[in-house]
């Protein structure tokens, strides 16, 4: 079974790859383990099947979504943004993460079949699926402004 | 001459972010159009032929690897080229891809460079 580590650099690496490249912000892992998000949330969350299946899954707050979407689309954060815009964005944040993340893995686990992201929105979403020795919490603080969580709920699969 | 470009993802997010950095790549055309999966795609299609199709894999109604099977059928697309711009990059998905017709694949996440090294030689 592939180890913790492995997945929480994996998932790190993918998440800057994507911020850095198509949102233009910078990610570094947050120092305060307990950190949280507050307020309105949105999670984006898409699911995997192969040799190792589970769930992706990215949490952040209102106002973090909006500048992703607005960084995303060009746009500037205090310009108008439809929150179907700003779900649409998040959606494809964590379809690009997991893509980064699973070609990461992809000489470790083999392929994996990914399916489409869904976005939700709610207040105090908070991480209390799975079990700890199958589930890997990133946090990390993007551009020194906003607490996010990258997760991932794993278990070997059936290939 | 002029180009055409034809943009297919189910996210219209994804189509703004595309066109951009399209754009941003110093690409230039003439005549855009998008489409939100490979049926309505076809539909645009059959009545207007593009250049270049730039195309999702993992779309609702048609997927884009179908798309591009359907395209090869068309006689008027027949000097179209198809890159195809997905998350998923298995060697076996881009194999099959490039077989049944497609000119490209570029990666999600992607740079202005990056189409401008994949559609240049396409478009020139």
């Known amino acids: ?159 | 001459m002029a180009k055409s470009l034809m943009i297919v993802d189910d996210s219209a997010t994804m189509r703004k972010i595309i066109m951009r950095t399209v754009r941003m790549s110093g690409l230039k055309f003439e005549r855009t159009e998008e489409a939100g999966n490979g049926a309505e795609a076809l539909q645009k299609l059959g009545g207007s032929p593009v250049d270049i199709i730039l195309c999702d894999v993992n779309m609702p109604e048609m997927m884009g690897t179908e798309l591009v099977k359907k395209v090869r059928e068309l006689d008027s697309c027949a000097n179209t080229k198809i890159v195809m711009v997905s998350t998923e990059s298995s060697k076996e998905l881009i194999d099959g891809v490039m077989a049944d017709g497609a000119n490209g694949f570029i990666n999600k996440p992607f740079t202005p460079e990056k189409f401008q090294e994949k559609l240049s030689p396409l478009i020139d």
């Open chain 1, 1 to 159: 079974m592939i180890d913790q580590v492995c997945l929480s650099d994996a998932l790190l690496e993918g998440a800057k790859e994507v911020f850095g490249t198509m949102i233009f912000m910078d990610i570094e892992e947050s120092s305060e383990p307990d950190q949280q998000i507050e307020g309105d949330a949105l999670l984006g969350s898409i699911t995997f099947m192969g040799d190792l299946e589970g769930c992706m899954a990215i949490c952040c707050g209102d106002s973090c979504a909006k500048t992703i979407a607005a960084n995303m689309l060009g746009m500037e954060p205090d310009d108008q943004i439809s929150r179907d815009d700003i779900n649409d964005a998040i959606g494809e944040v964590t379809n690009m993460v997991m893509g980064s993340v699973k070609a990461r893995l992809n000489g470790t686990v083999g392929n994996l079949n990914v399916s489409i992201p869904t976005v939700v929105r709610g207040q105090k979403i908070e991480n209390s699926l799975g079990d700890p020795e199958n589930k890997v919490s990133v946090k990390v603080n993007i551009e020194d402004e906003y607490a996010a969580e990258f997760l991932l709920l794993y278990r070997e699969g059936s290939g």
